[in-house]
């Protein structure tokens, strides 16, 4: 099921199946979907995911 996290007051999709986080909830099912049924991940599937570090830059410590 696809999950829903609050980042920084952003609301991002998680794939339940392989964790890959959405701006959209369209894609974060369409991940889902894919890995639920191929047991992979489609690479033009991830391709929309954003990653948690380019989203939300790290602070420098
Ligand atoms: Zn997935």
Not at 5 to 22: D, P, S, V
Not at 24 to 34: P, S, T, V, Y
Not at 35 to 53: G, L, P
Request: proline share 2%.
């Amino acid at each position: 099921m696809v999950a829903t996290e609050n980042i920084q007051g952003k609301t991002l999709f998680c794939c339940g199946e392989c964790g890959m986080k959405y701006r959209d909830r369209e894609w974060a099912e369409k991940c889902e979907e894919w890995c639920k049924t191929h047991q992979s991940c489609n690479i033009e599937i991830i391709a929309h995911a954003v990653e948690e570090k380019s989203a939300f830059p790290a602070r420098e410590e």
